[in-house]
């Protein structure tokens, strides 16, 4: 348009910072400026549709898309931060056989807007209610969908994020099923945010059972690619491995896992399987589960067990679930 440079930076100030509802919310600009945006643009945003308080604290959000769609997202809090669990796409591909967002198939990708939207969505929320200690802490894809196969709205919404919304890369966690290019890609590009890899098994046999990603990249090739990822030393991958009854809960599951992720920087979210209708799986009964973190903690592997947050509320997809970063429990070692 031939403006000067600022207009962009005061743009990007009253969207992200001042959150303008509609162009002529920006009235730093003249009205004839606003009148010429108004003829080729708009500020979108997403409406959150429903709020479903658990007593555990945790607030499950239906976010409401432009094209009538809905994703799901998460928020909660703990006692040093305040986690949005948001969704990359509409459904989802992947065909996980224990998670329920597969049930509903693919639909579509996000936009980079739609994914930062969430955010927002959430922000405008609480400022309303005043809570200037709320703000959001930590951000994690863990909802609705594959991040990775929506690798360039992802990566644009990181980069709102980050650039426009002042969230720091390092408290942003991408959780994937494994899809091997794409992750190599994403940590050349943007090395600092974390990864969750969904593992969730420790024979490509029963891996592809559950994970149909499995067949195109087994369980060596990805971990032979998180192994060569350029993460800081300090930083540790997080295996994500939901526990499902007599299927991956065993004794020698617990012992192949520690071998697997020998030589990697790695911790290991255990996530009995939360159940919802119509499940074909059943979670294992405690003391399976407190067995298994016993012989991964005893050879100093470090596990967790994931509450179930939010299961009132039915924030109960394979991943969303993974979301309770404030549930963890670790024992003693
Ligand atoms: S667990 Fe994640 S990757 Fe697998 S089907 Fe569900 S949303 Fe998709």
Redesign the pocket.
């Known amino acids: 348009m031939g403006l000067p440079q600022f207009r962009v930076s005061q743009l990007i100030h009253w969207m992200y910072e001042k959150n303008a509802a509609c162009i002529d919310d920006i009235t730093e600009f003249s009205k004839p400026l606003r009148e010429t945006l108004k003829g080729f643009s708009y500020i979108g945003g997403l409406k959150i549709l429903k709020k479903t308080a658990s007593p555990d604290g945790t607030l499950k959000l239906l976010f409401g898309l432009e094209d009538g769609l809905s994703v799901e997202g998460v928020l909660i809090p703990d006692e040093y931060r305040l986690t949005l669990c948001v969704s990359s796409?509409v459904g989802?591909?992947?065909?996980?056989r224990?998670?329920?967002?597969?049930t509903m198939g693919f639909i579509r990708n996000l936009r980079a807007d739609e994914i930062a939207g969430q955010v927002m969505a959430v922000r405008q929320e609480l400022q309303a209610q005043g809570g200037v200690s709320s703000e959001i802490t930590n951000i994690v894809f863990?909802?609705?969908?594959?991040p990775l196969r929506n690798y360039d709205g992802v990566v644009r919404g990181i980069n709102i994020l980050t650039g426009f919304m002042g969230i720091s890369k390092r408290r942003i966690t991408l959780?994937?099923?494994g899809v091997v290019p794409e992750l190599q890609k994403l940590y050349k590009e943007i090395p600092e945010v974390n990864l969750a890899v969904?593992l969730n098994a420790t024979t490509d046999e029963t891996r592809s059972s559950l994970?149909p990603?499995n067949n195109k990249y087994d369980i060596g090739s990805l971990l032979r690619a998180c192994g060569r990822l350029p993460i800081s030393s300090r930083r540790r991958i997080t295996f994500g491995y939901v526990l499902l009854k007599g299927i991956n809960d065993t004794p020698a599951d617990a012992r192949r896992l520690i071998a697997l992720l020998k030589g990697l920087n790695a911790k290991v979210n255990l996530i009995p399987f939360n159940e919802y209708d119509g499940a074909k799986f059943e979670p294992p009964d405690e003391k399976t589960v407190l067995e298994f973190q016993q012989i991964l903690v005893d050879r100093h592997v470090t596990a967790f067990i994931r509450k179930s947050m939010g299961r009132e509320i039915g924030a109960a997809?394979?991943?969303?679930r993974t979301c309770y970063e404030a549930a963890q429990t670790e024992l003693p070692s």
């Open positions: 796409q989802c591909a992947m065909g996980c224990f998670c329920l967002t597969a863990m909802g609705m969908g594959e959780s994937t099923a969904s994970m990603v997809c394979g991943q969303l």
